[in-house]
């Protein structure tokens, strides 16, 4: 049998080890590594399912230039002369590089040294910019250098955890079972989030707080902090700045009452937080995209930090300020300066670090300044002083604020090149070029999680069709446009050697960033590099910081002021994630089991609020901002506060004619990290009334996605499901039906009408739509497309002798319906999750559905209770 690959999972920033067994073509057994620190060989649904995303379905496996399919040379030289012309004609500063916190330290690293270092200009920017910049912004502010200084080590230690704008069950869940790990041993949980999440949910306590008032939360616990006499003053003398007149900031309006009128909690649940921080010096406050993407994201950031230099909970075990990070390789980007902002290696742009990288690299040109942060390039693009652009491994057109605006540029600008694992993406659509890059499970190098711990990813199979490593398809570009010599890597191990070495050159200490020793031992060690992590377990942990002073510092921050609800758009409209599934759905949108968890993009409204909007359940309802508009299905939470709605990032022109949350945000951003406040945008909602509703179900994928108000696909076993909705004329329908025998039945009462069609006695689609019918549950139909003959009901939509129906799936990697764990529940009178997990296997593997279990227990008690 083979041999297990050791690598990492392709999905979020907490960097689970994985061990890939290859079982047939392009086919792999995914298991958790035992032996890695960040998991200890737990997956939760997303590292599970990750076998399912591997397939060549879909991928770009050729370059394009155009339409038409070309040779990589013919490729290669078109983008290095398109960019030197540009370059000879304008200057380095009308070319650009978006890149991602997806790519490979390796990869990152080579399109860092090309852009800053050769074509000399900063105009390199990352999706990073959208996710850690304000963390990264608070960091060197704070600290002199971007440094996370905690380990999850420190959540096994820590007596309180804190977790402020981070839905982390859904969007870290392994973190987040050390979380529950350490809370059944005793420690408590605080939650802050406007919305009551999965997370929220099993907090010992639960702050709902107004968007944006974390400023006054964070100071008013500093200031509580005071007055209860726990105020580190010994750590403050020793090793932070204090600026003049620091406290008389922090004092006004940092009383309790005042705090809880600004953050629109109960001053009971604010004082019970801050009793509980003031008594528990190991804390950890963890924090992610609730604080970083916001228009004062940088001071949410230096309001915790505060909290935790003052009270000198930093640098020990179990207490720390912790920025989780988002993607695979988020932190391995900032190392190797990833961000316009900065140059590699942790340096800036000061005349001695800029001189050090230009020697070190025998640049002929080095960057002189900070390049476009992301709002602003694509806004230079959209006013044509950008000519030039290159994504890689980011899908801008769907995942930048005020998206239309993206794809006008995009579609405005002279010449764009594409690097994506998949043949159409929303960018791609705009490309000149398209490169094909090689994916998760063909890619050798390395990432840093949220930890700083450093692991390989390791190819689990050969490079499929033309396919090539991002760092490969940069330095080929790099030699074309005339800098041979720079640019000789034959391998990862190469470029990981270099990175290495800059790590430590002329590096007298002043960066905590360096790895020493890490390119030693050659190809083989590159090979068998086992994790490990970077800057030791607690960086500062003598106190002494990375700025000229060895202090920390204490960064002045006051809130600001709140905007009341306008007339024309009363709402505020907060965005984010699902569990299971990750971004733009390239991937993750192949996994029909994780299809399972939400299978449309819903907002999530009050019930109060949609009883004055005039809408339902399950209705259709039109979220409209300043900057676009799209449709989503209604869900009535009183998870979410009134006058907030909620809507999440994940649907695309591939995948949805509505839930397009990218064209809804402002392209305004914070002033010190340029990060876009993703989570607070003024908005409207309005019914959207529909005249029939209907759903489609494939083998394979339609020719076009189907035309209509409503039109969501859903990833199901070999081949797909639309779910529809729309006005007017439903029979156009008809035309994304394939040929074949023709079953129907009308029923014109109800305006019904469904149709399968047979080849040699096998389904291969079914078309159900009505007016004012029923609509059957789609599992057995699609069950349907896999039984060489098809049953005589079929156009029942339901077995003969019909079985009942097991509802939305809670358990994906089990699939087990609400509906059987409600009359599990009930006829075997289980009171908890170990006992469902017992009768149902529900919540026994990847445990991402644990909360949401909980939650159905506690709804069932309640119910039987009232
Ligand atoms: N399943 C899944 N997991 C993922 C990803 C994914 O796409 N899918 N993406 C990964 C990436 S790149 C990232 S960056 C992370 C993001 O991980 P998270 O930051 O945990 O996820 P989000 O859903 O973006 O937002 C977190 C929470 O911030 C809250 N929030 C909004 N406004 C405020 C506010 O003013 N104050 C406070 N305190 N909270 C607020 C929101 O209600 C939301 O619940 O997830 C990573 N993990
Ligand atoms: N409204 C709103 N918008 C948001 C956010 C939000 O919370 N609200 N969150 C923001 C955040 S935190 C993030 S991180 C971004 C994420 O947004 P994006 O980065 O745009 O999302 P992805 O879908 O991850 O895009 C990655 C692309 O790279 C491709 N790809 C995957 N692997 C590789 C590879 O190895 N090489 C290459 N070349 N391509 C590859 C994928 O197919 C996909 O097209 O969205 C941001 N946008
Ligand atoms: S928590 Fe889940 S998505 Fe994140 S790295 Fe681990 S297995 Fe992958
Ligand atoms: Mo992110």
Redesign the pocket.
């Known amino acids: 049998m083979a041999q297990a690959v050791r690598t990492t999972c ?1 999905y979020c920033g907490v960097g689970c080890g994985i061990r890939a067994t290859v079982t047939g073509e392009r086919e792999v057994r995914i298991e958790g590594d035992p032996d890695h620190p960040a998991n200890r060989g737990k997956l939760c649904s997303k590292g599970t399912h990750l076998g399912e995303t591997v397939g060549l379905e879909g991928r770009l496996l050729h370059p394009m230039i155009g339409l038409k399919r070309a040779s990589w040379d013919k490729a290669l030289n078109l983008v290095a002369k398109k960019f030197r012309d540009t370059i000879a004609q304008h200057g380095p500063g009308s070319v650009a590089f978006y890149v ?5 330290t390796e ?1 990152y690293y080579v399109a860092n040294k090309l852009m800053k270092g050769f074509i000399g200009t900063a105009n390199i920017d990352t ?2 910019r ?2 850690m910049s304000s963390a990264v912004a608070g960091h060197t502010r704070a600290f002199g250098e971007d440094v996370v200084p905690a380990n999850y080590d420190d959540l096994d230690a820590a007596d309180l955890i804190v977790l402020v704008g981070s839905n982390t069950a859904w969007c870290h869940p392994i973190v987040y079972q050390r979380i529950r790990a350490r809370c059944e041993a005793g420690a408590k949980l605080v939650v802050i989030d406007p919305r009551r999440t999965e997370t929220a949910e099993e907090a010992d306590l639960h702050l709902a707080i107004r968007p944006g008032s974390d400023v006054t939360l964070m100071n008013g616990l500093l200031a509580w902090c005071r007055e209860a006499g726990v105020i580190d003053q010994a750590y403050l003398d020793a090793h932070v700045a204090t600026p003049d007149g620091f406290w008389d900031g922090i004092g006004e309006g940092s009383d309790l009452w005042s705090v809880a009128r600004t953050c629109d909690v109960a001053p009971s649940d604010l004082r019970r937080f801050y009793e509980m921080f003031a008594a528990t010096p190991r804390t950890v406050t963890m924090f992610s ?1 609730g604080i970083n ?1 916001s228009l004062t994201g940088t001071d949410q950031v230096n309001a915790i930090i505060n909290v935790h230099l003052a009270t000198g909970r930093i640098g020990k075990p179990g207490a720390a300020p912790f920025s989780i990070t ?2 695979p390789n ?1 932190m391995g980007g900032r190392e190797v300066g990833g961000l316009a902002s900065m140059l590699a290696s942790h340096m800036d742009f000061s005349p001695e670090s800029r001189e050090r990288v230009q020697r070190f690299w025998a640049s002929p040109a080095m960057a002189e300044k900070p390049g476009l942060k992301a709002v602003d390039l694509f806004r230079a693009i959209d006013e044509g002083r950008i000519k030039a652009l290159w994504v ?5 057109a ?4 005020d998206a239309g605006r993206v794809r006008e540029a995009l579609a405005a600008c002279p010449f764009v090149v594409v ?4 043949a159409s ?1 929303d ?1 791609g659509a705009f490309a000149h070029v398209r490169l094909p ?4 499970a063909e ?1 050798d190098g390395t990432v840093t999680n949220s930890d700083r711990t450093i692991s390989r990813q390791r190819a689990i199979f050969p490079l499929p069709g033309e396919a090539k490593p ?1 760092w490969w398809i940069v330095k080929e570009v790099g030699r074309r446009m005339g800098w041979k010599t720079a640019f000789t890597y034959d391998r990862a191990a190469e470029v990981w050697r270099e990175h290495a070495r800059l790590s430590t050159y002329q590096n007298d200490g002043a960066r905590l960033f360096a790895l020493p020793g890490a390119g030693a031992g050659g190809n083989a060690a590159y090979d068998e590099m086992t994790p490990f992590r970077w800057g030791g377990d607690r960086p500062f942990a003598d106190g002494r910081y990375s700025t000229p002073d060895g202090r920390a510092r204490l960064v002045p921050v006051a809130q600001k002021p709140l905007q009341a609800p306008l007339a024309r758009w009363p709402l505020t409209l907060n ?3 699902y569990r299971d599934q ?6 993750t949108g192949l996994s029909p089991k994780l299809a399972r968890h939400r299978e449309e993009p819903l907002v999530e409204v009050h019930p109060d609020d949609a009883d004055e909007l005039g809408m339902s359940d399950g209705g259709l309802a039109r979220v409209e901002t300043p900057q676009g508009d799209s449709i989503y299905r209604v869900l009535l939470t009183n998870a979410q506060r009134r006058g907030e709605i909620f809507t999440p ?1 994940h649907w695309t022109d591939r995948t949805s004619s509505g839930g397009r ?2 064209l ?2 402002r392209p305004l951003t914070d002033p010190f990290s340029g990060q876009p406040g ?2 607070l945008t003024p908005a409207r909602l309005d019914p959207v009334a529909v005249e029939w509703r209907g759903f489609l179900i494939l083998a394979g994928e339609p020719a076009m996605p189907p035309r209509c108000l409503w039109a969501t696909r859903v990833a199901i076993p070999s081949g797909s499901l639309w779910e529809l909705a729309g006005k007017g004329d439903a029979a156009r329908l008809d035309q994304l039906l394939p040929a074949g025998e023709r079953v129907e039945a009308i029923d014109p009462a109800r305006g019904t009408r469904r149709i399968a069609i047979l080849q040699k006695g096998k389904l291969v689609a079914a078309l159900f739509v009505t007016r004012e019918g029923e609509l059957p549950p789609r599992d057995w139909l699609i069950a349907q497309l896999r039984e060489p003959e098809a049953a005589p009901t079929l156009l029942a939509g339901r077995a003969p002798g019909a079985q009942p129906d097991r509802g939305p799936v809670v358990c994906v990697c089990f699939d087990v319906g609400l509906n059987t764990i409600l009359t599990t529940v009930r006829e075997q009178r289980l009171t908890d999750v170990a006992a469902v997990g017992a009768a149902l296997q529900a919540g026994t593997n990847c445990g991402s559905c644990r909360p949401a279990l909980a939650r159905i227990l506690a709804d069932m008690k309640e119910a039987a209770n009232g």
Not at 100 to 104: D, F, K, T, V
Not at 392 to 396: G, K, L, R
Not at 419 to 422: C, G, H, L, N, T
Not at 437 to 440: G, I, R, S
């Open positions: 392709a991602s916190g997806q790519l490979l990869d999706n990073s959208l996710c995209q993407q988002g993607q988020a890689m491994a980011t899908n801008p769907v995942s930048m604020p690097s994506d694992v998949m993406t960018t890059a090689a994916a998760w890619k991002d965005t984010g994630r990750w971004h733009t759905m390239t991937r990032i949350t990218g809804l945000p993703f989570k």
